[in-house]
């Protein structure tokens, strides 16, 4: 689901759309995404602000296009385990950072994940 807001342009929002859906497996290595036409009816926005996030995804490697059969997800395992890492640890650090400010440690923070994690396996 498509969800803009306010504090950036849009077509960034996609890029990040985008990304996070290959980083979550939505799309997977190698498959063909939807048309610019496709997703930009998905997304409600004009095909010409779709193709230009596409246009930069592209451009990092993310997906390539080949000119009759559209826009592909790379092949490329390694490139998205570190797009899907480099989310991880960004989220880690939003975390860490409101803990901060709830005046909670890391090593706090550590144990009660490990403690959620214990619950969940039992």
Known sequence: MWEFTND???YIQI?????ARIANGVYQPG???PSVRDLAAEARVNPNTMQR????VERTG??????????F????????NGLRNGQAESV???FADELEKMGISIE???SMLRKIAEDRNN
């Open 15 to 19: 890029i990040d759309e985008i990304l």
């Open 92 to 94: 880690i650090r939003k």
């Open 53 to 56: 996030a596409l246009s930069e």
């Open 62 to 71: 993310y997906i390539i296009s080949l000119r009759t059969s559209g826009k």
């Open 8 to 10: 950036r342009p849009v």
């Open 108 to 110: 706090d923070a550590i």
């Open 73 to 80: 997800v790379t092949d490329n395992t390694e490139l998205i």
């Open 31 to 33: 498959e063909r995404i």
